[in-house]
């Protein structure tokens, strides 16, 4: 089982807990304070001559603390001579640390408001300007200090509930305080830099004052005008997994009522207490020894909570599982590769049907309308070589249309049948009500990693549009009416190498797409690339890829990232943006009701765009490989744009 660690801003509970603890072990305590608190601190958190290892402790086994300890570090830390006897005590006594934040102590306090009402309740973290409070009806308060020594509540006015913002996909914020006469004027109100993370690849989900922002296997709560660390959670790595989770990939939570929901790396769906970072419940998605983890964030429809799984390299096969918000027991699952005589088995030939992959890896999304849970999925496996998998290989490369409730599968749309290049349909699709061809329809709408642009009727998946939208693609001469592809010949993976346009990474990928109803254009991050196939017969073996090949970049087509708006009634390119760099950063878009397009330009650069012309009116370089989208809220009055740039969260909004 695994451990939780929680800590709330320094709590004095949990320092007590870890005082308790050292004491029922003095000599793993003794052999730390005498070999290792001179450089990490007493409590671990760091010291002078050496560097917090609370976090660090979290992702080794016992095996890696005691050859770390045993061997050093070469040219950081020298070699400690501990004993047989004492190893296990020393590492029973590391495991009691705790990160604390900031080393701020929790007091409580009777704060007077400047409405003349009173709060009291435990500050959990301030700061010159701001408090963090906890009331005893367990509700987080923000607070801003005025002259008068008495205090002003805030909070968020609009939020930003869901990894999307809106449930049904569309990175689209009404918000118009920021607009294109005044975006110049916009620059950082404050930033937040996650502990020993290379690169954030999360959305921040803000709802009634405070950000959530998570990491593989952590989630912090942030006050989200200051930044300021409200509590932390964290439980260990899994030591040896394979797949996106074992990278510490993590794209954000849900919420729903006093819950914040998210997937650990292993494969696992859990509840935290919203007011206090307490673990209230831990399930099992899927058994992560059969090559599953878990990445991206879930969502909440009704009673229940939803994910996917990760490990579709891996040959795990696909399956969505809902789980009820209250107990976390499983309500229903729903397998993305069928069961031998199950609809659909028929369209796997040979044995590639036992691990076929599929995985539904990335965040569907919810229409209240026609109360349908809309998911897409991954690659067939193995990924470039279908000879034991001849067929379309449902359900890959699909957006499954199912029942929120049962699980039961209302229809499919497949993007990529018997797909060889690893193009998942991943990439998110929206919910969006507009006219088509002069008349009122619900429509279903993505930009595909295999270089068409799709529009279906949401209520039965009826293809209405697909329209190529890269400049270059070789694999197929179009989309039938049929909603198949029309394949082109001699585009397979091949022994000697075939070229393909796009690459694997796709024309475009899981980065976010934005829709604005007002200027009817579709926006999304595109990229002209492309690769070269090669494939070779493999054996599936649990703990390692299940590829049948591999792909590199063609080196004769400079690749480019371009930004590029369509039609929605048509999807033509109504203008794009050409990028500097080289198209290997993952940023996505966000879409104003003041006619802004913010995006992660691939230099590094976060900007904003004119939504209708496509001219680019701001930039604030942050030198950072894009692997985020951006959000926004309002906070305090106050409209905030907010995204990860590596390691830290960067939130904009005007200068006053």
């Given at each position: 089982?695994?451990?939780?660690?929680?800590?709330?801003?320094?709590?004095?509970?949990?320092?007590?807990?870890?005082?308790?603890?050292?004491?029922?072990?003095?000599?793993?305590?003794?052999?730390?304070?005498?070999?290792?608190?001179?450089?990490?601190g007493s409590d671990g958190n760091g010291g002078e001559l050496g560097p917090n290892i609370t976090f660090r402790l979290r992702r080794l086994s016992d095996e890696q603390v005691r050859n770390t300890v045993l061997q050093g570090v070469p040219g950081r830390m020298p070699a400690n001579n501990v004993s047989d006897a004492d190893m296990p005590k020393l590492i029973a006594f590391l495991r009691t640390l705790r990160p604390h934040l900031y080393g701020f102590q929790p007091y409580r306090l009777s704060a007077k408001l400047t409405n003349g009402q009173t709060l009291s309740g435990l500050i959990l973290n301030e700061s010159f300007d701001d408090a963090q409070m906890r009331t005893d009806d367990?509700?987080?308060?923000?607070?801003?200090?005025?002259?008068?020594?008495?205090?002003?509540?805030?909070?968020?006015?609009?939020?930003?509930?869901?990894?999307?913002?809106?449930?049904g996909g569309n990175r689209y914020t009404r918000l118009t305080q920021i607009d294109k006469g005044n975006v110049k004027r916009i620059a950082p109100r404050w930033v937040f830099t996650v502990p020993n993370v290379f690169s954030l690849e999360g959305t921040p989900v803000v709802a009634d004052g405070v950000m959530y922002?998570?990491?593989?296997?952590?989630?912090?709560?942030?006050?989200?005008?200051?930044?300021?660390?409200?509590?932390?959670?964290?439980?260990?790595?899994?030591?040896?997994?394979?797949?996106?989770?074992?990278?510490?990939?993590?794209?954000?939570?849900?919420?729903?009522?006093?819950?914040?929901?998210?997937?650990?790396?292993?494969a696992h769906l859990i509840a935290i207490k919203r007011a206090t970072g307490e673990l209230l419940w831990d399930s099992e998605i899927a058994d992560w020894h059969k090559n599953y983890s878990a990445t991206s964030a879930p969502i909440a429809v009704g009673n229940l909570v939803v994910s996917g799984t990760a490990g579709g390299e891996e040959g795990a096969r696909g399956l969505i599982a809902a789980f009820d918000q209250t107990t976390g027991k499983e309500v229903w699952h729903f397998w993305t590769v069928p069961g031998p005589g199950e609809p659909g088995s028929e369209t796997w030939k040979g044995?590639?049907?036992?691990?076929?992959?599929?995985?539904?890896?990335?965040?569907?999304?919810?229409?209240?309308?026609?109360?349908?849970?809309?998911?897409?999925?991954?690659?067939?496996?193995?990924?470039?070589?279908?000879?034991?998998?001849?067929?379309d290989d449902l359900y890959s490369d699909c957006i499954v249309a199912l029942d929120p409730k049962t699980g039961k599968l209302k229809w499919y749309f497949q993007s990529t049948p018997h797909d060889l290049w690893d193009w998942d349909a991943t990439e998110t699709p929206l919910v969006i009500n507009a006219d088509w061809q002069g008349e009122p329809?619900?429509?279903?709408?993505?930009?595909?990693?295999?270089?068409f642009f799709y529009v279906l009727d949401r209520t039965n998946g009826k293809l209405l549009l697909a329209k190529q939208f890269?400049?270059?693609?070789?694999?197929?001469?179009?989309?039938?009416?049929?909603?198949?592809?029309?394949?082109?010949?001699?585009?397979?993976?091949?022994?000697?190498?075939?070229?393909?346009?796009?690459?694997?990474?796709?024309?475009?990928?899981?980065?976010?797409?934005?829709?604005n109803p007002g200027t009817g254009l579709f926006y999304f991050q595109t990229v002209?690339?492309?690769?070269?196939?090669?494939?070779?017969?493999?054996?599936?073996?649990?703990?390692?890829?299940?590829?049948?090949?591999?792909?590199?970049?063609?080196?004769?087509?400079?690749p480019v990232r371009i930004l590029r708006a369509l039609d929605l009634k048509n999807g033509a390119v109504k203008w794009e943006v050409p990028q500097v760099g080289s198209a290997d950063s993952w940023g996505g878009?966000?879409?104003?009701?003041?006619?802004?397009?913010?995006?992660?330009?691939?230099?590094?650069?976060?900007?904003?765009?004119?939504?209708?012309?496509?001219?680019?009116?701001?930039?604030?370089?942050?030198?950072?490989?894009?692997?985020a989208s951006p959000m926004a809220y309002q906070f305090d009055g106050k409209e905030m744009i907010g995204v990860a740039a590596g390691s830290t969260i960067l939130v904009f909004g005007l200068v006053d």
């Amino acid at each position: 089982m695994k451990k939780a660690f929680r800590c709330i801003a320094g709590s004095w509970l949990v320092l007590t807990a870890a005082v308790t603890l050292c004491a029922q072990d003095t000599v793993g305590s003794e052999t730390f304070e005498n070999r290792c608190s001179g450089c990490h601190g007493s409590d671990g958190n760091g010291g002078e001559l050496g560097p917090n290892i609370t976090f660090r402790l979290r992702r080794l086994s016992d095996e890696q603390v005691r050859n770390t300890v045993l061997q050093g570090v070469p040219g950081r830390m020298p070699a400690n001579n501990v004993s047989d006897a004492d190893m296990p005590k020393l590492i029973a006594f590391l495991r009691t640390l705790r990160p604390h934040l900031y080393g701020f102590q929790p007091y409580r306090l009777s704060a007077k408001l400047t409405n003349g009402q009173t709060l009291s309740g435990l500050i959990l973290n301030e700061s010159f300007d701001d408090a963090q409070m906890r009331t005893d009806d367990d509700r987080i308060r923000l607070l801003r200090k005025q002259e008068s020594g008495k205090f002003r509540e805030v909070t968020s006015e609009l939020d930003w509930p869901t990894y999307n913002g809106d449930i049904g996909g569309n990175r689209y914020t009404r918000l118009t305080q920021i607009d294109k006469g005044n975006v110049k004027r916009i620059a950082p109100r404050w930033v937040f830099t996650v502990p020993n993370v290379f690169s954030l690849e999360g959305t921040p989900v803000v709802a009634d004052g405070v950000m959530y922002v998570t990491n593989g296997n952590e989630c912090y709560a942030l006050d989200a005008g200051s930044g300021r660390a409200i509590w932390h959670y964290q439980q260990e790595r899994t030591q040896g997994l394979v797949g996106g989770g074992a990278g510490g990939i993590n794209r954000g939570v849900a919420l729903a009522g006093d819950k914040v929901f998210m997937v650990t790396d292993h494969a696992h769906l859990i509840a935290i207490k919203r007011a206090t970072g307490e673990l209230l419940w831990d399930s099992e998605i899927a058994d992560w020894h059969k090559n599953y983890s878990a990445t991206s964030a879930p969502i909440a429809v009704g009673n229940l909570v939803v994910s996917g799984t990760a490990g579709g390299e891996e040959g795990a096969r696909g399956l969505i599982a809902a789980f009820d918000q209250t107990t976390g027991k499983e309500v229903w699952h729903f397998w993305t590769v069928p069961g031998p005589g199950e609809p659909g088995s028929e369209t796997w030939k040979g044995k590639g049907i036992e691990h076929g992959g599929a995985v539904a890896w990335f965040t569907g999304v919810y229409d209240a309308e026609t109360d349908t849970l809309f998911w897409p999925t991954g690659n067939p496996g193995e990924d470039y070589n279908g000879e034991e998998r001849l067929g379309d290989d449902l359900y890959s490369d699909c957006i499954v249309a199912l029942d929120p409730k049962t699980g039961k599968l209302k229809w499919y749309f497949q993007s990529t049948p018997h797909d060889l290049w690893d193009w998942d349909a991943t990439e998110t699709p929206l919910v969006i009500n507009a006219d088509w061809q002069g008349e009122p329809r619900k429509l279903l709408v993505q930009g595909n990693r295999n270089g068409f642009f799709y529009v279906l009727d949401r209520t039965n998946g009826k293809l209405l549009l697909a329209k190529q939208f890269i400049s270059e693609l070789t694999w197929a001469s179009g989309i039938g009416a049929d909603g198949k592809p029309i394949r082109v010949r001699g585009q397979e993976p091949s022994a000697k190498g075939t070229r393909v346009c796009p690459s694997q990474d796709g024309a475009t990928n899981w980065f976010s797409p934005s829709y604005n109803p007002g200027t009817g254009l579709f926006y999304f991050q595109t990229v002209e690339k492309c690769s070269i196939y090669t494939k070779h017969p493999e054996e599936f073996v649990l703990g390692r890829e299940f590829l049948g090949g591999a792909q590199r970049i063609d080196p004769s087509k400079k690749p480019v990232r371009i930004l590029r708006a369509l039609d929605l009634k048509n999807g033509a390119v109504k203008w794009e943006v050409p990028q500097v760099g080289s198209a290997d950063s993952w940023g996505g878009t966000l879409a104003t009701a003041s006619e802004l397009v913010f995006f992660c330009e691939d230099s590094g650069a976060f900007a904003a765009a004119d939504a209708k012309t496509g001219a680019v009116l701001w930039t604030f370089q942050t030198n950072a490989s894009w692997k985020a989208s951006p959000m926004a809220y309002q906070f305090d009055g106050k409209e905030m744009i907010g995204v990860a740039a590596g390691s830290t969260i960067l939130v904009f909004g005007l200068v006053d």
